[in-house]
């Protein structure tokens, strides 16, 4: 991390791991430091800045839990691709299904498939759904 330099207020009521997260966290997301620029080892910064190892090495996993930045043994630390967008449902696909699976009186709870119908054969001891195809296919009619 050749670039923009990490500054820790030890005066301040914020903890030191926090202002380092938050400061490399802006950093990553306002492109400051692009897509696979690799960050110092935990110890590098942590003496540069006179903390403990463990206090950089927290800003760091908090930067990767939340998807920031990478660790690889024997790669280092680099700046993580940013996140895929997600895609949202399609409502008329979602009210579709609904339709299809409240015609055959059927809900499916974490438990398994409750209701009527094909749903409750068992195979090796578990409850699974029926093959979709000719129910899908009654639907679309």
Same mark, same amino acid.
């Given at each position: ?15 030191? =791991?926090?202002?380092?997260? +938050? ?7 306002? /492109? ?14 942590? !003496?540069?800045?006179?903390? !403990? +190892? ?5 800003? =760091? ?14 790669? /280092?630390?680099?700046?993580?691709? &940013?996140?895929? &967008?997600? *895609?949202?449902?399609?409502? !008329?696909?979602? +009210?579709?299904?609904? *339709?299809?699976?409240?015609? =055959? ?17 068992? *195979? ?6 029926? *093959? ?7 639907? +679309?009619?």
């Amino acid at each position: 991390m050749n670039g923009p330099a990490v500054h820790v207020d030890t005066a301040s009521p914020v903890p030191p =791991y926090e202002q380092i997260r +938050a400061q490399l966290a802006a950093l990553i997301t306002t /492109g400051r430091m692009p897509e696979g620029e690799r960050l110092p080892t935990v110890r590098q910064p942590a !003496a540069d800045l006179g903390l !403990a +190892a463990g206090t950089v090495a927290r800003a =760091y996993r908090e930067l990767e839990a939340a998807s920031l930045i990478r660790t690889r043994r024997g790669a /280092g630390t680099r700046v993580a691709p &940013p996140p895929a &967008p997600t *895609r949202t449902p399609d409502p !008329a696909k979602l +009210a579709e299904l609904a *339709r299809c699976s409240g015609r =055959y009186g059927t809900r499916w709870t974490s438990s398994g498939c409750t209701g009527g119908g094909p749903c409750n054969r068992r *195979r090796g001891g578990t409850t699974v759904p029926p *093959r979709p195809s000719s129910r899908l296919r009654r639907c +679309a009619r």
